[in-house]
């Protein structure tokens, strides 16, 4: 409840004003809750995807002049008129957001701002349909809409209601995924989350949420010229959400306000708007790097108990990880994969079988961790296939992994440092969830199921590993062992068929070392197959059933950790005397 309080004041102003301000404000006000329309939107796609769309201005033109065109010519309502502007701009959401698909950071701004300018021209030079330079009246609205203080409450309820959906989506499996792709995109394609296919779906709501906000703007207007739609209103809506913080509603949200209310407070100095503009956020970069909503997060300021020790608790693995009957293993029959002339795995031949741990040891560059890539789909071999049973593993589909049973761990631990333990957890079961993005959006019955289930499903996770107790906590803020059980947690939580481990025990002291001994061979015992790359030679023929060594690709030895430990070239390449 402590969450909804910055809110619930929020909206008291917002009832509030009306009755202590005059009628120049109400027009203030309505112009800050467009904007939030269309940032709020634009906000999945920043701030929550990390997707550079500076340009997104395009998509305010389009629904503007959509929305004014029907209501001219065709005499549409102007409720029905911000419906269609908010399609178009949905499908121009897509469009422009289509080569975020390919493109990254800067590449992609490029790209939106050029959509921008595009738009702007044709706006220009199509003047039997748009006016031209000479522009065509806004969709005009009737009683009680048609004051300033009327429309400002309508605008005001637009605001509410993205503000309510975003605040949804962003506290769900879409909008964890989002993060997940933003700061962890190959853990995310681990987890089974398709990045295109996401995208997709927060280009087409940004998208709509922008031509809504375009019919209103028109409106707010009361007359649309090409010149209205400038380059300082797209990279206003972008530092909005820059300086109110990625991965926050309420941060873009003050924002948005507080740059729809500078201009007004520095009219004097209006020829140095851009200059005061950039000022403000090297001033918000250099201060707090983390926006509003990093100054806003109380919570994460207390300090945490020091000394903390990692207690696993193998005993409850089983319940979290119930397969039933044993699954098909997973096979490599004469696998070659090389970079340039040199053979990263050379004809390598290994099965990793359910219910039992399969060590994976060797040298550096022996081509251990690029096994663990070629089974999760990141690396596509020149020759020989990987099976499941007797399906084979898609080549360049690592987020079909997870949907087959198959999760894994990193060398470095790739969690998201800005959201919580349990947040990074509950991204392992992704996949599970069953709500479609407007269910979530929505909250119906099928999202408040799938957020119960996961979430109680990743706190199992997390007593498993012995860290429910960091559940709230920012990930960014736990120790170094910690980050290795969080993500072994993670792959847990989505219940693999089988764990790929790499490197597991790096960074851990000798009794974590051992913890995490017997919690992979609980997780064994509960019917999950588990691939463990490791250097700690000692827990590798403590715990596992059979061992495969590689040298320069190839397997120098296999067989059980009795028969490695006294196999001569193993000793000499790489256990020593």
Not at 272 to 301: E, H, K, Q
Request: charged share 15%; with cysteine; aromatic share 8%.
């Amino acid at each position: 409840m402590r969450g909804l309080l910055p809110y619930a004041v929020i909206l008291a102003a917002v009832l509030v004003l009306p009755f202590v301000a005059n009628d120049y404000w109400a027009v203030i006000g309505a112009r800050a809750a467009v904007y939030w329309v269309l940032v709020a939107g634009l906000n999945l796609v920043v701030g929550y995807g990390g997707q550079l769309a500076i340009g997104w201005v395009a998509l305010l033109t389009l629904g503007s002049y959509t929305a004014a065109i029907l209501v001219a010519r065709f005499d549409l309502s102007p409720f029905l008129a911000y419906g269609a502007g908010g399609v178009v701009g949905a499908l121009a959401g897509v469009v422009v957001g289509l080569p975020a698909l390919r493109l990254r950071t800067f590449y992609f701004a490029m790209t939106t701002l050029g959509f921008a300018t595009i738009v702007t021209q044709v706006a220009l030079s199509w003047q039997s349909v748009t006016g031209g330079g000479i522009g065509l009246p806004g969709p005009s609205l009737e009683a009680p809409f048609d004051s300033p203080w009327g429309f400002y409450l309508l605008t005001m309820g637009f605001a509410a209601v993205v503000t309510w959906m975003t605040a949804n989506v962003a506290s769900s499996r879409w909008g964890r995924s989002l993060v997940a792709i933003r700061d962890a995109e190959v853990a995310a394609e681990a987890t089974g989350i398709s990045k295109a296919r996401l995208l997709t779906i927060v280009f087409l709501f940004a998208g709509f949420t922008a031509g809504v906000a375009g019919g209103l703007f028109g409106t707010l207007q009361s007359y649309i010229t090409p010149d209205a739609f400038t380059f300082d209103l797209s990279v206003t809506f972008f530092i909005a959400i820059l300086i109110g913080g990625r991965g926050s509603i309420l941060g873009p949200l003050l924002g948005n306000v507080l740059l729809t209310l500078l201009p007004e407070f520095a009219a004097p100095l209006v020829a140095w708007s851009t200059f005061l503009y950039a000022t403000l956020l090297l001033a918000i970069v250099l201060l707090m790097p983390g926006g509003i909503a990093a100054v806003l997060d109380f919570r994460n300021r207390k300090p945490l108990e020091s000394h903390r020790s990692i207690v696993p608790r193998p005993d409850r693995v089983a319940a979290l990880v119930d397969h039933g009957p044993v699954r098909d293993d997973i096979i490599l029959r004469n696998v070659v994969l090389a970079f340039g002339g040199v053979r990263a795995i050379d004809g390598l031949d290994i099965t990793i079988k359910a219910g039992a741990v399969h060590g994976l040891i060797g040298p550096n560059g022996s081509g251990k961790t690029t096994t663990l890539n070629v089974i999760s789909g990141y690396y596509e071999p020149q020759e020989g296939e990987a099976f499941l049973g007797t399906r084979v593993l898609p080549h360049g589909k690592p987020q079909a992994r997870s949907a087959m049973g198959i999760a894994r761990t990193f060398q470095t631990p790739r969690v998201i440092g800005e959201a919580s333990v349990l947040q990074n957890v509950m991204i392992g079961a992704t996949i599970d969830g069953r709500a479609s993005f407007m269910e979530s959006a929505l909250t119906l019955p099928r999202h408040r199921s799938d957020e119960k289930r996961l979430t109680a499903r990743a706190m199992d996770a997390l007593a498993v590993v012995g860290l429910e107790s960091l559940a709230p906590v920012r990930a960014d803020r736990l120790q170094h062992s910690e980050l290795r059980f969080v993500e072994i947690a993670r792959a847990l939580c989505g219940r693999p068929a089988f764990l790929l481990l790499d490197e597991p025990a790096a960074g851990l002291s000798t009794d974590e070392i051992t913890r995490l001994g017997s919690l992979i061979k609980a997780v064994a015992a509960a019917g999950t197959g588990v691939l463990l790359v490791e250097h700690h030679a000692d827990l590798i023929f403590d715990i596992c059933d059979q061992v495969t060594v590689l040298n320069l690709g190839k397997e120098l030895a296999a067989g059980t950790p009795a028969e490695i430990r006294s196999h001569k070239e193993v000793v000499s390449a790489y256990l020593g005397a």
